[in-house]
């Protein structure tokens, strides 16, 4: 969790990166609180390993600093800096033992005696439960242990900070999704910083405190995985991360508290939440998660309500994909959950039929960039 005020654990200022005249990471300023699990998420090629290696002392910025506990890290070779990177290929070593490939970091560590680097490797071993492991070589566990055999390496060096790159790539779907609690649990009892690189967007909501969504070197936007979700600031994220329907939209007036748009494409004015800095007049764009839109086949009360027929639908057992064409042409996805009956009659709507959505003024997202 972020730490309450004070001088944050890691202070990234303003630090851009160029290979040539390549700018593979720019003007990136953040924070990360101690005992924080921190993700840097974004697609290939956007920059989150060149911000990590700036991290891991493996490269300098070109611009701007990094402080970390307090301390400019500037010229602090890696070996000196309190951090440690677990790589994607998790670089164990194929004919040591699971410990003896946990206890290699430790083998230079000064005053540590073979007896405190025996009873630090158990340990080790223990908080990833491979006790049992001890002996095997890395061709005699499974991928999701090697990933543990890995990450009991990285933190028997006891760093304050442990940058982890793309750390669950290996594994299948069912055995990352597991893996993702696993390494959340470890991290709680070690209370050691995590860093994730991800492109994965799922592993990083489900992982993270706070995440950093990465578009071309820059960052998009930071927050929680629900203010990221619910609150995208800008079409990037919003598609980014989940689905949502986009529409371009002109704003009318503000109502209220909300604000009145224009949107051809829906063939209605709709009611959105407000922010701040638009005007009349402006082209912005409104977004509406597919799961925020209600489907009914009568005509509810309120606000936002469109008609609609159901042009396209997806069953995936406890809900259904809808795509639903509107009288202004546009197609919109709704989401909805499945009655509970337990048989393909439970869907809301049929292919064909016609139906009403609706959704909350406060569903409906204005994004500006
Ligand atoms: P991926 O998920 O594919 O690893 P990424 O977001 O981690 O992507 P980076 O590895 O940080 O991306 O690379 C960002 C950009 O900088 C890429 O276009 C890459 O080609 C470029 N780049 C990275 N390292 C170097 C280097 N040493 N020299 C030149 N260009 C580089």
Redo the contacts with the bound molecule.
């Keep these: 969790m972020a730490e309450q005020g004070g001088e944050p654990f890691l202070r990234i200022e303003h630090v851009s990166k160029s290979?040539?005249t390549?700018k593979?990471?720019v003007d990136v300023s953040l924070t990360v609180g101690k005992g924080e699990i921190f993700s840097l998420l974004?697609?290939?090629?956007?920059?989150?390993?060149?911000?990590?290696?700036m991290l891991a002392g493996f490269?300098e910025p070109t611009a701007g600093r990094i402080f970390l506990d307090g301390r400019d890290m500037a010229g602090v070779p890696p070996w000196d800096r309190p951090v440690h990177m677990m790589f994607q290929s998790y670089a164990i070593f194929p004919h040591m033992t699971v410990e003896a490939n946990v206890g290699y970091g430790l083998k230079h560590e000064k005053g540590l005696s073979k007896a405190a680097r025996a009873a630090r490797v158990a340990e080790m071993l223990d908080l990833v439960q491979l006790t049992p492991f001890a002996h095997r070589r890395p061709h005699q566990i499974s991928g999701g242990q090697r990933q543990r055999v890995a990450l009991a390496r990285a933190l028997a060096r006891q760093p304050k900070l442990l940058l982890l790159?793309?750390p669950l790539a290996a594994l299948d779907k069912k055995l990352r999704e597991h893996t993702q609690f696993e390494l959340m649990s470890i991290q709680q009892r070690t209370g050691v910083t995590f860093i994730v690189?991800t492109?994965d967007q799922e592993e990083a909501m489900t992982l993270s405190d706070r995440i950093a969504v990465?578009d071309r070197?820059e960052v998009k936007q930071i927050g929680s995985p629900n203010e990221i979700y619910e609150f995208p600031n800008s079409r990037f994220v919003a598609d980014f991360i989940g689905s949502i329907n986009t529409f371009e939209a002109k704003v009318l007036a503000r109502q209220e508290q909300f604000l009145r748009l224009a949107v051809p494409a829906l063939g209605s004015e709709v009611l959105a939440r407000d922010v701040p800095g638009v005007s009349e007049g402006q082209g912005v764009t409104l977004a509406i998660r597919p799961e925020k839109l209600r489907i009914a086949k009568d005509r509810p009360e309120g606000a936002n309500v469109l008609a609609g027929q159901v042009k396209d639908l997806a069953y995936f057992g406890k809900d259904s994909l809808y795509r639903i064409g509107l009288a202004g042409g546009g197609l919109i996805q709704a989401h909805a959950v499945n009655a509970r009956r337990g048989d393909e009659g439970s869907r809301v709507a049929d292919w064909d039929d016609a139906v009403w959505l609706s959704f909350d003024p406060a569903a409906a997202l204005v994004l500006v960039e």
């Design positions: 290979f040539g390549f593979a990471v974004g697609g290939s090629g956007c920059g989150k390993t060149t911000l990590l290696r490269e790159d793309e690189v492109h990465m070197g």
